[in-house]
């Protein structure tokens, strides 16, 4: 049962966490996995006691754990009970100690780098690539939800996301010394 049901746990979780992650710019991915573990538990807990709320008649019971799930999700995150992401951001000089980096220096340095690649990335990639590029990458919707969604095969989609991260390395490797900061 728990294998039928966690795959679909997973992917509401983590559309649930995309739509508050791109707003703090965040990756969904580290936290979904903790949040569909915690729908799990909630499901079991006492005997199963919300699981059998579910009732056949009113449809599968993957949209039954997907609708806990973006419930579960909603709560924590608008509740702050649990929520991973605080609504206060940690400022540069509280981080500098706990990880032993200049934050500042090395997040300009990070940040031109990027924006160069992409400078590149943008010159290669067609209206569709663009397209890709921003809701695999951007807003980090899972692959599986993509290619649905673009009426694409799943073999294509991954396809086209192994062809970007080899173009990336070499445009980032391409990149003269003079030009990196």
């Known amino acids: ?7 679909a746990i997973m992917v509401e979780a983590t559309m649930a966490l995309s739509r508050r ?23 079991l807990a006492d005997d199963g006691r919300v699981l059998k709320l ?7 019971l ?7 799930t973006r419930q579960r999700v909603s709560r924590a995150l608008h509740g702050h009970r649990g929520n991973p992401w605080g609504d206060e951001a940690t400022d540069a000089a509280t981080l500098e100690p706990l990880t ?8 300009l340095e990070s940040r031109e780098e990027l924006r160069g690649v992409l400078e590149q990335l943008r010159g290669y990639l067609d209206a569709r690539g663009l397209l890709l590029f921003q809701r695999i990458y951007v807003e980090q919707v899972p692959i ?4 649905e969604e ?10 086209w996301n192994s062809r970007m991260r080899k173009y990336v390395r070499k445009a980032a490797a391409r990149r003269p010394a003079d030009k990196k900061p």
């Open 54 to 60: 579910w009732d056949p008649k009113r449809g599968p």
């Open 1 to 7: 049962m728990v294998r039928d049901v966690f795959p």
């Open 150 to 159: 673009l009426k694409m095969s799943r073999e294509a989609v991954d396809a």
């Open 100 to 107: 032993g980096v200049d934050t500042g220096d090395q997040l």
């Open 21 to 43: 992650a791109h707003a703090q710019r965040r990756d969904p991915r580290q936290d979904a996995e903790d949040f569909a573990h915690d729908v799990l538990v909630h499901l």
């Open 62 to 68: 993957s949209h039954f754990v997907r609708l806990i």
């Open 144 to 147: 599986a939800a993509v290619a």
